[in-house]
């Protein structure tokens, strides 16, 4: 009930499109808001979005805005992140994780809960 699992990362040459899952309990959509995180190599893992547990709330950080979209498919027990005219700087491991509120900036600390990830690599 309180796991988490990515899927929908691969290998993208620049400038298309992915669609991330994270699948989860209902008990944790009900509760839970719902953030994405990616970590690149060598850097800090970054918060890049959250939606609240209602969907009323959205959190987006300024490095991915206008390109990234997260929704939910509540009935599918899922939340979708959405990345758009994918860049090689992309390149990262994304996770998923639950916190109880979707606060701005989207940080670690805020997130009990978290998948294992799924890769995703940008390159021709």
């Known amino acids: 009930q309180l796991q988490l699992v990515e899927s929908g990362g691969g290998l993208v040459q620049p400038g298309g499109t992915l669609r991330l899952s994270c699948a989860a309990s209902?008990?944790?959509?009900?509760?839970?808001?719902i953030g994405w995180f990616r970590q690149a190599p060598g850097k800090e893992r970054e918060g890049v979005s959250c939606?609240?547990?209602?969907?009323?709330?959205?959190n987006y950080a300024d490095s991915v805005k206008g390109r990234f979209t997260i929704s939910r498919e509540k009935a599918e027990n899922t939340v979708t992140l959405r990345i758009d005219s994918l860049k090689p700087e992309d390149t990262a491991v994304y996770y998923c994780?639950?916190?109880?509120?979707?606060?701005?900036?989207?940080?670690?600390?805020?997130?009990?809960?978290w998948g294992q990830g799924t890769q995703v690599t940008v390159s021709s």
């Open positions: 994780a639950a916190a109880p509120v979707c606060r701005n900036p989207v940080q670690v600390p805020d997130y009990r809960y």
């Open positions: 209902r008990f944790i959509l009900d509760y839970y808001a």
């Open positions: 939606l609240s547990s209602r969907g009323g709330s959205t």
